[in-house]
């Protein structure tokens, strides 16, 4: 059981967008501005690609955005292209602990 | 460019103890940054275990605790993760990576993961 809810999947076609949201709560993401989003392929080590919330690490493209509401962050990836299918997890500050997301699977259709 | 490299056993006893290292490259672990492990179990998600500062100032996740050791070796670039008294619900994919801590409160680089499969 992870401590921060994710949608299973989520997809959409090449050129779309979509968002994932990532639900704790105040003791977690509503809590802290300390966020972040990682992106996995499979086989490979994830890559960190939002931190603090709404923060891009330089090399992530602008497509990729991060927001939050409350207990609720979400990530919406903008003009999905091939390489975007992946899993994508949320994790967040908690104070004495660190706490991940469940992981939500992104096809491209 | 940081790299994180786990490895060790690939499968572990039931009761036994669970010994992995990280090998770093692109950085030295003793000029700062924490150093931590984290797992993905099937069906569970990940989790964070613990966390090493090059100080030796160490963090631990609460439910794992009592259980966990993490130590490093400066001189290799290395560090540690021990984990006593597993049972099945250890098996996992085991990651090390590279934590800012204060600094933003995130992974910024992760090794690959090694499989760890606890059974008889």
């Known amino acids: 059981q992870s401590a921060l809810t994710q949608p299973p999947s989520a997809s959409g076609s090449p050129g779309q967008s979509v968002t994932i949201s990532c639900t704790g709560t105040?003791?977690?993401?509503?809590?802290?501005?300390?966020v972040s989003w990682y992106q996995h392929h499979p086989g490979k080590a994830p890559k960190l690609i939002i931190y603090?919330?709404?923060k891009r690490p330089s090399g992530v493209p602008d497509r990729f955005s991060g927001s939050k509401s409350g207990n609720t962050a979400s990530l919406t990836v903008s003009g999905l292209q091939a390489e975007d299918e992946a899993d994508y997890f949320c994790s967040s500050h908690a104070g004495s602990n660190y706490v991940f997301g469940s992981g939500t699977k992104v096809t491209v259709l | 460019q940081v790299q994180l490299q786990e490895s060790g056993p690939g499968l572990v006893k039931p009761s036994e103890t669970l010994s992995l290292t990280c090998t770093v490259s692109?950085?030295?672990?003793?000029?700062?940054?924490?150093w931590s492990w984290i797992r993905q179990s099937p069906g569970k998600g990940l989790e964070w275990i613990a966390t090493?500062?090059?100080?030796?100032?160490?963090y631990f996740n609460p439910s794992l605790k009592s259980r966990v050791t993490i130590s490093e070796d400066t001189s290799k670039n290395q560090f540690s993760l021990r984990l006593s008294s597993v049972t099945a619900a250890d098996t996992a994919v085991y990651h090390c990576?590279?934590?800012?801590?204060?600094?933003?409160?995130?992974?910024?680089?992760w090794g690959r993961g090694t499989l760890v499969t606890v059974s008889s």
């Open positions: 692109g950085y030295s672990i003793s000029s700062g940054y924490y």
């Open positions: 105040s003791s977690d993401v509503g809590g802290y501005n300390y």
């Open positions: 990576a590279r934590y800012t801590g204060g600094n933003g409160f995130y992974f910024d680089y």
């Open positions: 603090e919330v709404t």
């Open positions: 090493i500062f090059h100080s030796g100032t160490t």
